[in-house]
């Protein structure tokens, strides 16, 4: 079984910034893409970012320049860095671990997701 637990979620003010940090542990062998999604009220869960076990990373249009994926890898840890935070930020953020449990079988999990309100 693995665990994933979300961290530094809250309440900022239009162009602040926060981090947002998930560790995975349990049992993993290895773990390839992490990624965070988020979902707005009334609105479908989104990618907001994701990174390979190579370093590689990816965004979403709205939140390049703005947001930073990255990893540690002998943390088992994703992060994402936000700056100049919009109104439009405010959701509930999710992290998404790609995880090998044991050779060659792997599981997508989900942690429980963290609120993040962007309001002046």
């Known amino acids: 079984q693995v665990r994933l637990v979300e961290s530094g979620g809250g309440f900022v003010q239009p162009g602040g910034s926060l981090k947002l940090s998930c560790a995975a542990s349990?049992?993993?062998?290895?773990?390839?893409?992490m990624g965070w999604y988020r979902q707005a009220p009334g609105k479908e869960r989104e990618l907001v970012a994701t990174?390979?076990?190579?370093?590689?990373?990816k965004y979403e249009d709205s939140v390049k320049g703005r947001f930073t994926i990255s990893r540690d890898n002998a943390k088992n840890t994703v992060y994402l860095q936000r700056n100049s935070l919009k109104p439009e930020d405010t959701a509930v953020y999710y992290c998404n671990v790609d995880v090998v449990t044991a050779w060659p079988y792997r599981n997508d999990y989900w942690g429980q997701g963290t609120q993040v309100t962007v309001s002046s």
């Open positions: 990174t390979t076990s190579g370093g590689s990373t």
């Open positions: 349990g049992r993993i062998f290895s773990i390839n893409a």
